[in-house]
């Protein structure tokens, strides 16, 4: 069975420990499309190489859309990026969509990769689609993000100062034919 449009997304922040005030930092944003296009948007990932080349297009995409409302991009966490990369590979494997995994959730992923410390304060946060078809796109995926208010409040959350994306090829379910996407964000700042 194909589907054009296959998602299902949910939210999860957490804080830990006191509140994190909000701060705006600056990045150098050349390496991810400077007020330019993301070159590649519009095209699902078919292999490792594009698989790598669509995460850093979302991430260009997510710092457009936050440039466009004068909010401070979100810088790159290698660390964030692999709990995301393989959360989402997880999900394709095994052929679920959730937050939590037989691994944990988001904190659980932080503290595995390195970001986090189990001892110290962090605010971290997770979103997660799918898609086949357009929708498999970094484009496709990043506009359902933003046409739903509770993800779309989360990429452009002043609170988060990093972020990880984890792009897997195929979807999180067995009866999708035809290529598909599944991406896993995770937002941090420690």
Known sequence: MVRRIAVVCVLATQAFGAQIASAATKQDTRKHGSKGSCVGADS?????ATRRQASRVVLCLVNRERRARRLPPLRRS???AKAARRHSADMVGRKYFSHFSSGGDVRRRAIRSGYVRRSRRALLGETLAWGAGSTASPQGLVALF???????RTLLSRRYRDLGVGLALGAPASDVDGSATTLTIAFGRR
Do not use: F, G, Q
């Open 44 to 48: 699902p990932p078919v292999d490792e």
């Open 78 to 80: 290698r660390p964030l």
């Open 146 to 152: 933003m046409s739903s208010s509770p993800h779309r």
